[in-house]
């Protein structure tokens, strides 16, 4: 296979967007003071959004495995192949530790989280001491660490079709 099918290309760029969107509502959100009008609402959001991301991992993960990914480009060096692979699954890796960590934060008072006023996902772990305190520090820490592979990421797409003028980013637009 040399190219990815829509559906992938579909949840690369969506699972990107909601990475990006929640980082920044993340971080805008701890400037929040306690009577601003979005302190209550933004985190309300950033579960709603979360519960969503992890829909679609799951479902990326599954799609992924079902249908493998296109082979790495001839010219593609060693390195860059193993690379490439690592920082994919460390990827996967930290968006699922974040959401968990997220789960633990949300769960913490020992009350589910309520999905659009449907239905409420149960606490499935007995909170234990500072469960929000470190869940948190998980959670911030892990999601500048996905950052960084992002960006990671984005370098070596732009890197391949800038400097070595080859498809690697148009497999994926």
Do not use: C
């Not at 967007?17 to 609402?41: C, E, H, N, P």
């Not at 860059?80 to 699922?96: D, I, S």
């Not at 499935?124 to 305190?133: H, K, R």
């Amino acid at each position: 296979m040399n190219q990815y099918r829509p559906s992938q290309k579909i949840y690369h760029w969506l699972t990107a967007v909601l990475i990006l969107s929640l980082f920044a509502l993340g971080v805008w959100m701890r400037t929040l003071g306690y009577y601003d009008a979005w302190y209550q609402t933004a985190p309300h959001w950033h579960k709603q959004i979360g519960i969503l991301l992890l829909g679609l991992m799951i479902g990326r993960i599954i799609w992924r495995i079902a249908l493998g990914a296109p082979d790495a480009l001839s010219t593609h060096q060693k390195w860059e192949v193993k690379l490439a692979h690592l920082t994919h699954w460390a990827l996967y890796l930290g968006v699922f530790v974040i959401l968990f960590s997220g789960y633990l934060i949300a769960t913490a008072d020992n009350r589910g989280i309520e999905l659009l006023g449907l239905v409420t996902l149960p606490v499935l772990f007995t909170p234990f001491e500072q469960q929000e305190d470190i869940a948190g520090f998980i959670h911030e820490w892990v999601a500048y660490l996905v950052m960084a592979l992002v960006a990671l990421h984005a370098i070596g797409a732009i890197k391949h079709h800038v400097i070595d003028k080859d498809s690697t980013l148009k497999r994926m637009l």
